[in-house]
C-alpha cells in the first residue's frame, strides 16, 4: 500500500516582516558605488542580526531591504512577539548608524518596516529545494504595511496587532483602504515594549476571570510550604500544556504567601529569550535586590550591597561581580579577570551561598515559569541553587510543560505536581464568569468543554473568539448567544500555540499527528501505523512521545489499542498545517488501512471508508463505497440512505463515462427514488432524477432498468394525480414486468401498485394484486423485497387484513394483521412494521378497546422517530389521532393530525395521496371541539379532493366527517344530503364499516331533529 506521500509544504501562522531603506535610489546617486555598497551591507547586515536575534529567517533580499518569516520553518506561539521586538531593535540599530552617517558624510537615511501575521503555505520552492519561501496573502499584506509605513517607523496590520496587545505598545493610526484587501484594514504603528511579559500579565491587565477549583493542588503547595519554613527546603514542578493554569496557580499562591508576610521572588524564562542568557537569574536576583529598570546605578549599587552585606559580610568580595552581572558595573571596583565559564561558576557558588546563608531566618519563596524556554545557563545556576538549599527555609516553585523535564528531577527536595484540566463543572463555573448566565447560553458548557478539554486559556481565548466574530452578543460577563456556535473557527491565539507546540514534535511525531488529525478523533494503532507508513519501532516511538507531550492518550487498550487527541482544538490544529494535497493522500491511505483491517466490519465502515476516499479524490472508490454505504444503510436509516445514493450520483457524475459508472448512475437515482416518497423530495427533483435515468438506461440499451425505472415512476405514491391515471400506469408496467417474467419485478410492481387500488376503495383490484404477489413469490419472502416494499409478503398479509376492516370483519382483520406483524418482524423491516402497528392501534380503537389503541399508536410514534423516515411517521402521527378521537382527546387529536400534516408537506412539498384522509380526521377533531364551521369547511375541502382525484378510499370518510360537522351546527338537511351521499359511495365500493357509521350518524341527526 502506498503510504501518504510527504510534501514538506504547509499551511502555518507566521509573521512576514518587511523592512527597507526609503529613498534609497536618491541616496545612491550621491556616493561612490564601492561606499555605497559598504553601507547596504551594513545595514542588511543590522536587518539580519535582528531577525536571527529573535529566531526569525530571513527569506529573501528585496535589493533595498530584507523579507523576514517568524515561525517558520520552526513554529513560535509568540511570533507575532518576535517579529516587533526584531521591528524596535532594527528601528534602534538603523537610527544609530543612520545618525552617524549623517554626522559623517551628510547622508540622509532611514527604515521602513512592515508586518502582518497570519496563514501562509511554507515551503521549499524550486528543484533544489533550499529555496524556502512563504507564500500567501499575509506576505502581500506586510508588503503594503511597508510601503505605506513613514521613515522610521514600523507598521502592522490588526492581525498582528491581535497577537501582540499588551506585549508591546501600539499607536492606532486607524482604517486604510489596502490594494488587494477586501475590506478596510486597521493600521497600528509600533511604538515600544508594553508592559505584559506572560499571559498572565496580559490577563492581568485585562481583568482576571474568577479562579475556579485547585483545592487541592493550593492544598499540596501549602504542605509543601510548611515543610520549607521548618527548614526543609522543597522544590515543586507544577507540569503541564499551555493554558492549564500553571502561571495563575502560582499566582494565587504567591498571593497567600505574601499575604502570609512572606517574600517571594518571580522570574520566568521567555520564549524569545533563549538567545539572551540568565534573563531569569537576573529577574530574581533584581527583584531579591528590590531593583528596578530605572533606578539610577548608585542606588541599584547600594541595595545590592545593603542587602548582602547585612546577611554576612564576607559576600564583599563578591559585590563586582554581581554589580557587573547586575548590569550596573562599579567602575572603582572593577571585575576580576575570568574566562565566561569562570564566571558561571562564581556567580552560581554565590547564588548558592546566598539562599543557603545560615543568617537568613526568613523564608524565602522562588517562583521560576516556564521552564522548557530556560536557557542552560539559568538551567545549571539553578540545579546548583536547589542543590545548595538543603536545610534551609526555602521553597522553589518552578513549571513546565510535559515535553520538558528538569535535570534535578530525581532529587529528594523535589515533587512534581501534574495540573489537569479543568472538569465540566469549573469549566461551567469559569464559562459563567466569562460569558454570564443568559439562558440563551445554556447548553455551551459541554461543547466547549469538549472542545478545549477544560483549558481555561482556550476557554477564555474561545469565548473571546465567539465574542469578536459576532456569535455572542453584549459584553463580557453578560452575552448572550446570537447565533450556533458549531462553525466558529480556532482563535489564532490559541492556534499560534498549539501549532508551535505540533511544530517542535521530532519528524515521526509530527507526521503521525497529521496523519491522526486526517484519520479520525479516534484512530486504531494499527491503522494509524499503516496510514502513516512507519514501521513498527519508529510507531511505537512517536506515540510515547505524542502521548508523553499530551496530544494524544490511550483510550482503549484491548483488543486494539486506540488513541484519541487530548483536544479536538489539537486535531483542527493538525489538519488544517497540511496542504491539501498531502491530506488527500492521507485519507486515500486512511481508507486503504480501514479495509485492510477490518475485514469483518466492511458494511459498517463503508460510509467512513467512502467518505476517507472522497477526501482523498480516489472518486471510483468513493463511489462504490457509498454505494455499499446506500445499501447498508437500506430501510434502517432512511435518510441517511438517502444522503448516500445521493453522493454516488455526484460522484459517479465526476467519473468517466463506462459501463460500471453509468450503472450506478442509473442505479443511484433509482434508489434515491425510491426514498423520495419515503423521507421526501420535491417532484421536480424527482422528475429530474427519472428522466436522467432513462436517458442514460436508454443509451446503454439496458431494458432491465428501464422497466424498474418505468416501475417506480407508476408506483411513486405522493405524486398529485387521479387514481385512474395512477391505476393505468400500474396496469402498464405490470404488463411490462410479466412480459420479463422476472419473478422479483412481477412481484415488485404488485407491491407498489396495490397501494393505487387501495386509494380507488378497489378492495377486489386490491386483494387480486395481493393474491397474485403471494402465489408468485411461492412463500419465498425475499422474491421481489427491496425493490420499492421491503418485505412483500408481510405488505401483502397487511393489505388483507386491511380489506376484511374495511369489509367490517375485524376478527379477520386481526389475524392478518399478527401474522403480517410476524413477518415484517423476521425480515427485519422497521418500516413496514410501523405501517402494520399504525393499522392495529386503530383496529383496537374501533373494537372499543380505546386505551390499548392509544397506547399502541403512541409507541408505534415513537418507533417511527427512530427510523427517521416521513412518510412512516406522518402516518403513525395520523393514526394516532385517529386513536385520540375514538378516546374523545379531541384536542390531542387536532394536535396531533396538524403534526402528521405538517411534516409531511414539509418534507414533500405536497399533501399525498392521504390529504384527505387526513383532512377529514382533522375536521372530526374540530367537530369535537365544536369549531363546526372550521370543521365544515375543511371536511368540504376533503370532499373536494377526494372527487377530484378519485380517492374513492377517504370520499365515504370525509362525507362523513362533513355531515356530522353539519349536524351539529344543526344544519340537519344539509348533513342528510351529505350522509346520504356517503352511504351511496360506500356502498359503490363495498366499505361496510364505514356504512355503519354512516347509519349511527344518521341517527343522530335523527335524534337531533325530534328535539
Ligand atoms: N483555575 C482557574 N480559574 C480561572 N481561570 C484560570 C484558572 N487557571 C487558569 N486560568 C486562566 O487561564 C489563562 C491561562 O492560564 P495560565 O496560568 O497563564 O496558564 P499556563 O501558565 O499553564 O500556560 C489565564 O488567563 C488564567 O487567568
Ligand atoms: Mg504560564
Not at 425480515?827 to 373494537?847: F, K, V, Y
Request: hydrophobic share 40%; charged share 30%.
Amino acid at each position: 500500500m502506498q503510504a501518504a506521500t510527504k510534501d514538506d509544504a504547509e499551511r502555518k501562522q507566521v509573521t512576514v516582516l518587511f523592512a527597507d531603506v526609503s529613498g534609497s535610489m536618491d541616496l545612491a546617486e550621491q556616493e561612490d558605488p564601492e561606499e555605497w555598497r559598504k553601507i547596504m551591507q551594513r545595514f542588511f547586515s543590522m536587518l539580519g542580526e535582528s531577525v536571527t536575534r529573535f529566531e526569525g529567517t530571513v527569506d529573501k533580499f528585496t535589493g533595498d531591504g530584507i523579507m523576514a518569516i517568524f515561525g517558520a520553518p520552526v513554529a513560535h506561539e509568540d511570533h507575532a512577539r518576535r517579529a516587533s521586538y526584531a521591528a524596535l531593535r532594527m528601528l534602534d540599530d538603523v537610527a544609530e548608524y543612520a545618525a552617524e552617517l549623517r554626522r559623517a558624510k551628510g547622508l540622509n537615511f532611514s527604515t521602513r518596516i512592515g508586518i502582518n501575521s497570519g496563514e501562509v503555505v511554507a515551503g521549499a520552492i524550486g528543484q533544489t529545494g533550499d529555496g524556502y519561501t512563504a507564500i500567501g496573502h499575509t506576505v502581500g499584506l506586510a508588503q503594503r504595511m511597508e510601503t505605506l509605513a513613514e521613515p522610521g517607523k514600523a507598521y502592522l496590520t490588526e492581525h498582528t496587532a491581535e497577537l501582540v496587545r499588551g506585549y508591546l505598545d501600539l499607536n492606532d493610526l486607524g482604517e486604510f483602504e489596502i490594494k488587494g484587501a477586501s475590506r478596510p484594514v486597521q493600521v497600528f504603528e509600533l511604538t515600544g515594549v508594553g508592559a505584559a511579559r506572560s499571559r498572565l500579565d496580559l490577563a492581568r491587565e485585562r481583568g482576571f476571570s474568577r479562579f475556579v477549583g485547585r483545592e487541592e493542588e493550593l492544598s499540596r503547595l501549602g504542605d509543601a510550604l510548611r515543610r520549607a519554613r521548618s527548614g526543609e527546603a522543597t522544590a515543586v514542578g507544577v507540569v503541564a500544556e499551555p493554558g492549564i493554569g500553571k502561571s495563575r496557580l502560582y499566582h494565587e499562591f504567591a498571593e497567600r504567601c505574601r499575604s502570609e508576610e512572606l517574600e517571594v521572588f518571580e522570574a520566568q524564562a521567555q520564549a524569545h529569550a533563549q538567545s539572551s542568557p540568565f534573563l531569569p537569574i537576573l529577574q530574581m536576583l533584581r527583584s531579591f535586590y528590590g531593583i528596578g529598570d530605572r533606578d539610577p546605578e548608585q542606588l541599584a549599587r547600594e541595595r545590592i550591597a545593603g542587602r548582602s552585606l547585612l546577611l554576612d559580610p564576607s559576600f564583599a568580595d563578591d559585590l563586582p561581580l554581581v554589580f557587573d552581572f547586575l548590569g550596573v558595573p562599579d567602575p572603582d571596583r572593577p571585575v576580576p579577570r575570568m574566562n565566561p565559564d569562570g564566571r558561571q561558576r562564581a556567580l552560581a557558588d554565590f547564588l548558592c551561598r546566598l539562599v543557603s546563608n545560615p543568617a537568613r531566618r526568613k523564608t524565602l519563596v522562588l517562583i521560576v515559569e516556564d521552564l522548557h524556554w530556560i536557557d542552560d545557563g539559568s538551567q545549571r545556576m539553578l540545579h546548583g541553587l536547589i542543590e545548595g538549599m538543603s536545610g534551609t527555609p526555602t521553597l522553589v516553585l518552578v513549571n513546565y510543560r510535559p515535553e520538558h523535564s528538569p535535570p534535578w528531577s530525581d532529587s529528594p527536595a523535589f515533587e512534581a505536581l501534574e495540573l489537569q484540566p479543568l472538569d465540566q463543572e469549573d469549566t461551567a463555573k469559569l464559562l459563567r464568569d466569562l460569558a454570564g448566565k443568559d439562558p440563551s447560553l445554556d447548553g455551551l458548557d459541554e461543547p466547549i468543554h469538549e472542545r478545549t478539554g477544560g483549558n481555561p486559556f482556550f476557554i477564555e481565548e474561545i469565548v473571546r473568539e465567539l465574542a469578536e466574530s459576532g456569535y455572542l452578543e453584549g459584553e463580557r460577563g453578560a452575552y448572550r448567544l446570537a447565533r450556533p456556535i458549531e462553525d466558529a473557527g480556532v482563535p489564532v491565539t490559541v492556534q499560534a500555540v498549539l501549532s508551535a507546540r505540533i511544530d517542535r514534535l521530532t519528524p515521526h511525531a509530527k507526521q503521525l499527528l497529521q496523519v491522526a488529525s486526517v484519520v479520525g478523533k479516534e484512530v486504531s494503532g494499527q491503522a494509524l501505523g499503516l496510514a502513516a507508513g512507519l514501521d513498527e519501532e519508529e510507531m511505537e516511538e512517536a506515540l510515547r512521545e505524542l502521548i508523553g507531550a499530551g496530544f494524544l492518550y490511550e483510550a482503549e487498550m484491548y483488543p486494539q489499542r486506540v488513541f484519541a487527541f487530548r483536544h479536538p482544538l489539537t486535531r483542527e490544529v493538525a489538519y488544517g498545517t497540511q496542504l491539501a494535497d498531502q491530506r488527500a493522500a492521507t485519507h486515500a491511505a486512511a481508507a486503504q488501512a480501514l479495509i485492510q483491517l477490518n475485514p469483518d466490519r466492511l458494511d459498517e465502515l463503508s460510509a467512513l471508508i467512502a467518505d476517507h476516499f472522497r477526501q482523498g479524490n480516489e472518486t471510483l472508490e468513493a463511489a462504490r463505497w457509498s454505494a455499499r454505504a446506500g445499501h447498508w444503510a437500506g430501510h434502517s436509516r432512511p435518510r441517511d440512505a438517502l444522503r448516500l445514493w445521493h453522493q454516488v450520483t455526484e460522484l459517479a457524475d465526476e467519473l468517466e463515462v463506462d459501463e460500471e459508472t453509468d450503472a450506478m448512475a442509473i442505479a443511484s437515482r433509482l434508489a434515491q427514488l425510491q426514498y423520495a416518497w419515503r423521507v421526501g423530495m420535491e417532484l421536480d427533483e424527482q422528475a429530474r432524477l427519472l428522466s436522467e435515468a432513462e436517458e442514460i438506461a436508454g443509451r446503454r440499451g439496458d431494458l432491465h432498468s428501464l422497466t424498474l425505472l418505468r416501475l417506480t415512476a407508476s408506483a411513486l405514491p405522493g405524486v398529485q394525480r387521479h387514481t385512474d391515471e395512477w391505476l393505468a400506469a400500474v396496469e402498464e408496467t405490470r404488463r411490462l414486468a410479466d412480459e420479463s417474467g422476472d419473478r422479483h419485478l412481477q412481484v415488485a410492481i404488485r407491491a407498489a401498485g396495490a397501494y393505487a387500488y387501495l386509494c380507488a376503495a378497489d378492495f377486489d383490484g386490491y386483494e387480486r394484486t395481493l393474491d397474485e404477489m403471494i402465489e408468485l413469490a411461492g412463500g419465498d419472502p425475499t422474491v421481489g423485497a427491496g425493490v420499492v416494499i421491503h418485505s412483500p409478503m408481510a405488505w401483502a398479509e397487511m393489505g388483507k387484513g386491511m380489506v376484511r376492516r374495511e369489509q367490517g370483519d375485524l376478527d379477520g382483520a386481526g389475524e392478518y394483521f399478527e401474522r403480517a406483524l410476524r413477518l415484517a418482524l423476521d425480515a427485519d423491516d422497521p418500516e413496514t412494521t410501523s405501517w402494520i402497528r399504525s393499522n392495529q392501534a386503530g383496529l383496537l380503537a374501533m373494537r372499543g378497546d380505546v386505551e390499548a389503541g392509544l397506547a399502541l399508536a403512541r409507541r408505534n410514534c415513537e418507533l417511527t422517530k427512530r427510523i427517521g423516515e416521513v412518510f412512516s411517521r406522518s402516518l403513525a402521527i395520523a393514526n394516532l389521532a385517529w386513536a385520540q378521537l375514538a378516546a374523545e382527546e379531541f384536542g390531542d387529536a387536532l394536535e396531533s393530525i396538524e403534526e402528521a400534516d405538517r411534516i409531511y408537506r414539509e418534507a414533500m412539498k405536497v399533501g399525498g395521496e392521504m390529504e384527505a384522509w387526513r383532512a377529514q380526521l382533522r375536521a372530526q377533531a374540530l367537530t369535537g371541539l365544536g369549531r363546526t364551521d372550521e370543521a365544515t369547511e375543511e371536511a368540504k375541502w376533503a370532499v373536494r379532493v377526494s372527487r377530484e382525484r378519485g380517492l374513492l378510499w377517504s370520499l365515504p370518510l370525509s362525507l362523513l366527517s362533513l355531515g356530522r360537522a353539519l349536524n351539529v351546527a344543526g344544519r340537519e338537511e344539509a348533513a342528510t344530503e351529505a350522509l346520504g351521499e356517503a352511504e351511496r359511495v360506500a356502498r359503490e365500493t363495498g366499505a361496510l364499516a364505514c356504512l355503519a357509521d354512516i347509519e349511527a350518524e344518521r341517527d343522530a341527526v335523527g335524534a337531533r331533529a325530534r328535539r
